[in-house]
T-cell receptor, first 113, second 115 residues
Framework: GNSVTQMEGPVTLSEEAFLTINCTYT??????LFWYVQYPGEGLQLLLK?????DKGSNKGFEATYRKETTSFHLEKGSVQVSDSAVYFCALLGNSGNTPLVFGKGTRLSVIA | EAEVAQSPRYKITEKSQAVAFWCDPI?????LYWYRQILGQGPELLVQFQDESVVDDSQLPKDRFSAERLKGVDSTLKIQPAELGDSAMYLC?????????????FGAGSRLTVL
């Protein structure tokens, strides 16, 4: 079945540091890929998405590129801020029928000033 | 901005009691999902509705969990009896059909603690 593996946290960075959170997936066909973010005490919010190979999703300075050859969708940001502290989830949606959105386990990011 | 409404935000109950969670999706969204998020884990789908019909409830523990969406709008998730292992965040999400169907909008969640 479809699955997502993302790097375990927690990740602690200083403000303005470079961020990478690795995500790889297993799926048949051509899934859509997502990054969701969960701030403390809140629900999940869509951060960015990519629906086909080589697409780059971007939002709020975050980027991720859909790499089919390496089955990856790594999240990057050039300069993190304290306000980026949250839990980040990589997710996959299969393209066959009513397949559910499948999440990774999440990576907690803490950014310190 | 349209939101998915959930209540209650927090619920503390004793094991063997009944609990219920309510969700009101974004107006016009035909698809509604209930996910369970155990602390430190990613959300896992419990049940998916298309209008009032269940599309996928393969991961719903049907001996104690039930879900309904009678008029195809709001939904209720019930647990009876609650067990210690049910302590988790219960997330409701909705999506439209057609364009944008692959984007789920989540509510703030209902955090359940079973003592």
């Amino acid at each position: 079945g479809n699955s997502v593996t993302q790097m375990e946290g927690p990740v602690t960075l200083s403000e303005e540091a470079f961020l990478t959170i690795n995500c790889t997936y297993t799926a048949t066909g051509y899934p859509s890929l997502f990054w969701y973010v969960q701030y403390p005490g809140e629900g999940l919010q869509l951060l960015l998405k990519a629906t086909k190979a080589d697409d780059k999703g971007s939002n709020k300075g975050f980027e991720a590129t859909y790499r089919k050859e390496t089955t990856s969708f790594h999240l990057e940001k050039g300069s993190v801020q304290v306000s980026d502290s949250a839990v980040y989830f990589c997710a996959l949606l299969g393209n066959s029928g009513n397949t559910p959105l499948v999440f990774g386990k999440g990576t907690r990011l803490s950014v310190i000033a | 901005e349209a939101e998915v409404a959930q209540s209650p935000r927090y619920k503390i109950t004793e094991k063997s009691q009944a609990v219920a969670f309510w969700c009101d999706p974004i107006s016009g969204h035909a698809t509604l999902y209930w996910y369970r998020q155990i602390l430190g884990q990613g959300p896992e789908l419990l049940v998916q509705f298309q209008d009032e019909s269940v599309v996928d409830d393969s991961q719903l523990p049907k001996d104690r969990f039930s879900a309904e969406r009678l008029k195809g709008v709001d939904s209720t998730l019930k647990i009876q009896p609650a067990e210690l292992g049910d302590s988790a965040m219960y997330l409701c999400a909705s999506s439209s059909t057609g364009w944008g169907a692959n984007v789920l909008t989540f509510g703030a969640g209902s955090r359940l603690t079973v003592l």
